[in-house]
């Protein structure tokens, strides 16, 4: 996939993904990797930014196979925040798909 594209859309996969379950760093990579291939140098800063804008609150749990996790939550502007980028990513994938189609007319 197109670097590009996966840096786009990265964000908003990420928010989704907590906004489903709450996850541990690692847990959400490899959440992540079913959609699109990141590796966990591209979800720890993205994670550390999206806590310090508000979009995640985090807390420890115990862990049965070493230290307690830290796990991601998503707040209240988090969920409007992914809203907002999930409508922004429909009308976006629209006005490709229609730009595309009607390139295709033309041939």
Do not use: C
Request: aromatic fraction near 12%; hydrophobic fraction near 30%.
């Amino acid at each position: 996939m197109n670097p590009q594209f996966k840096k786009g859309v990265l964000e908003l996969i990420v928010l989704e993904a907590v906004r489903r379950k709450d996850r541990y760093g690692y847990e959400l990579v490899e959440e992540v990797s079913r959609v699109i291939d990141v590796n966990e140098g591209t979800i720890y800063p993205l994670l550390k930014r999206l806590t310090n804008e508000h979009y995640f609150e985090t807390y420890l749990r115990e862990s049965t196979e070493g230290p307690p996790r830290k796990y991601y939550h998503l707040t209240a502007a988090g969920i409007l925040y992914r809203d907002s980028l999930a409508k922004e990513w429909i009308e976006f994938q629209q006005q490709v798909g229609k730009y595309l189609k009607e390139g295709e007319q033309h041939e």
